[in-house]
């Protein structure tokens, strides 16, 4: 890219605090948990710019969650960013928003587990953000894959989440938190207006998630996932390189999917027909767009950092397609780098 | 025959309320209802109910609210009192939310006084699921989780006694019980006064009855919150105690 101006060198964490308050986020709740951290104490430094800004360090994650909550029925863009075993309990408050249609913008950087595991990186929280709670989980995910789509990814998370009135969980990992590198940030995308649920002026509002009757949940659940599904349409959203005359497909997202460009590239040079199928948003997955990615190929490699949490997505989505071959790359807990795909897709040729 | 007065914020459509005859919870409402009605705040008012019986309430008044569980109703109207610093914000939960699972956002609320209310009512059960020992079980007490009331040197939770010792000077933490209604509307009244006045963090106990869980008649419950009220002493919880 061009460069003008001033060109600082960023990292994810800033990247994402920048990227929250383009989006005009007003507040922010959270607890310290690496590789996280740096979000709440640059958004605290804000916060001590400007004193409209909401900061507030909470006694545990729920508490940050359910912060948000009451932050964002009082119309403010609020936020907050966990990881690990943190994002398992912000699962309690998600449910709510998922519930009550509440907008709700998480971070979440992806650390090894189970448990406390390991602080900076695994792709092992995608069945937890997908699908971590009670319920039919409608909630969207984005997987950012680089400092840029961080940057730009965060503003569409505060879109969407007011948009739609739903959580969006920005599903990053602490590579990405803690790399550097430099970001276009004068052209952030267009943010749909926040604006009170309760105290609106209106008749009074009663929300509320406990049902008696089986048909009174049963109606509101279904009038949600209608929405969700509409909504589904609209959003979903993926990349395809190189996928049209490719005999092997590699799927990956996030991280992985940018060693996965590298890998193609450097397996295109010497002529192997190689493709890329990355899904951006990863619920919803875009099965139709995964079908149409692998038309041409005999094989597909799945690679992850996880143990098959991407490949159950995957296959799933691929249900009805004959004649391809599936490879997998699972390194749970653990980077993949680009050259490693380029032996495995050698391997396997 | 002269019909009970009832609080103009009641929403009459959901009246009569799902609470079981007899229970406590009623006379709390009641009295929570006749203050706002005298500050005249129903308008600016939200109210938060958490998990148990206290999630009953949460059509109880013609007034926003918004219902949780686990105490998270204390952190929502954290949240919601920092977007909305001139609504006045009352959370209403139950001795298991707001002492068991929830107590810590109840010590960090009072620690960084929270300009919010709360409101908890105890009955010494979880009454909900069906009568268990709750953190506010006193020595002896039969309940469906201490069927032999052994209940051995385990002490009950005091909460506002508790509070008091990480809250801020200008809280108001009391205790009163639902035997004694003027005393009641009186405390729950300060506790928004002092919400819109000083700014600064309440906290109101409400000793009551479950005559379910309780297994006990009308006068049996008056009788046996007697003796409670001997162990959980009402009153203004002030610096010095």
Redesign the interface.
């Known amino acids: 890219m061009e460069l003008e101006g001033e060109i600082k060198l960023l990292t994810g964490n800033e990247i994402i605090v920048m990227g929250a308050r383009s989006a005009g986020a007003?507040?922010f709740?959270g607890y310290p948990i690496t590789p996280t951290t740096e979000i709440l104490t640059g958004w605290a430094k804000e916060a001590i710019k400007d004193k409209r800004l909401?900061f507030?360090q909470?006694?545990?994650e729920?508490?940050a969650?359910?912060?948000?909550?009451?932050?964002?029925?009082?119309?403010?863009k609020?936020w907050a960013a966990t990881a690990g075993v943190g994002h398992i309990l912000m699962q309690?408050?998600l449910v709510?928003a998922e519930a009550?249609r509440i907008p709700f913008v998480i971070y979440i950087g992806q650390r090894g587990g189970p448990s406390t595991g390991t602080v900076i990186y695994s792709q092992q929280e995608l069945n937890l953000a997908r699908l971590g709670g009670n319920g039919e989980s409608t909630r969207l995910v984005l997987a950012p894959g680089n400092l840029q789509e961080l940057f730009d990814f965060t503003i569409k998370a505060f879109d969407w989440a007011w948009r739609y009135r739903l959580p969006v969980i920005l599903l990053g990992d602490g590579y990405l938190s803690k790399m550097t590198g430099i970001v276009d940030t004068t052209k952030p995308g267009k943010v749909h207006a926040a604006k009170?649920i309760?105290?609106s002026g209106g008749a009074?509002?009663?929300?509320?998630?406990?049902y008696?009757l089986e048909d009174e949940l049963a109606e509101n659940l279904n009038k949600n996932l209608i929405d969700f599904a509409k909504i589904s349409k609209e959003v979903e959203e993926s990349e395809q390189i190189k996928c049209n005359d490719a005999k092997i497909v590699i799927f990956a997202w996030g991280t992985v999917a940018e060693a996965a460009k590298e890998a193609v590239k450097i397996l295109r040079e010497s002529g192997t027909k190689v493709g890329l199928f990355r899904p951006i948003t990863l619920r919803p997955f875009g099965a139709a767009s995964a079908k149409q990615a692998v038309r041409g190929a005999s094989q597909i490699l799945i690679c992850e950092s996880s143990f098959g949490q991407f490949g159950r997505l995957v296959t799933e989505s691929l249900f009805g397609i004959t004649g391809v071959k599936i490879e997998r790359l699972y390194r749970p807990g653990e980077g993949i780098i680009a050259e490693e795909i380029v032996a495995k897709v050698q391997e396997i040729i | 025959m002269s019909v009970p007065i009832m609080p103009k914020c009641y929403k009459k459509s959901s009246k009569p309320s799902n609470f079981c005859s007899g229970c406590g919870h009623s006379l709390a409402l009641k009295s929570l209802g006749f203050v706002i009605d005298d500050l005249g705040i129903s308008k600016k008012t939200v109210f938060a109910t958490d998990i148990g019986c206290s999630l009953l309430a949460w059509n109880f008044f013609d007034i926003d609210t918004i219902q949780s569980h686990h105490g998270r109703a204390g952190c929502i109207s954290v949240g919601l009192k920092r977007a909305m610093p001139k609504s006045i914000v009352v959370a209403y939960m139950g001795d298991g939310g707001g002492y068991s699972i929830g107590l810590h956002h109840l010590i960090h609320m009072a620690k960084r006084n929270e300009a919010v209310t709360v409101i908890l009512v105890n009955n010494t059960v979880f009454a909900m699921t069906g009568g268990q020992s709750a953190p506010t079980t006193i020595a002896g007490e039969n309940t469906e989780s201490t069927p032999d009331g052994a209940y051995t040197d385990d002490q009950p939770i005091f909460g506002p006694e508790l509070l008091r010792k990480v809250a801020s000077k200008k809280a108001f933490l009391a205790r009163t019980s639902v035997s004694d209604m003027a005393q009641l509307k009186n405390y729950l009244k300060r506790a928004i006064e002092n919400q819109v006045r000083n700014n600064a963090f309440s906290f109101v106990e409400v000793l009551s009855w479950c005559p379910v869980n309780w297994k006990k008649n009308a006068s049996e419950c008056e009788e046996y919150l007697l003796d409670l009220k001997k162990i959980y002493k009402t009153g203004v919880i002030s610096d010095e105690s």
């Open positions: 007003e507040a709740y909401i507030l909470t006694e545990d729920p508490a969650g359910f912060g948000v909550i009451g932050s964002a029925l009082g119309g403010k609020a309690d408050p709510v009550l009170p309760l105290q009074p509002v009663n929300l509320r998630n406990c008696s």
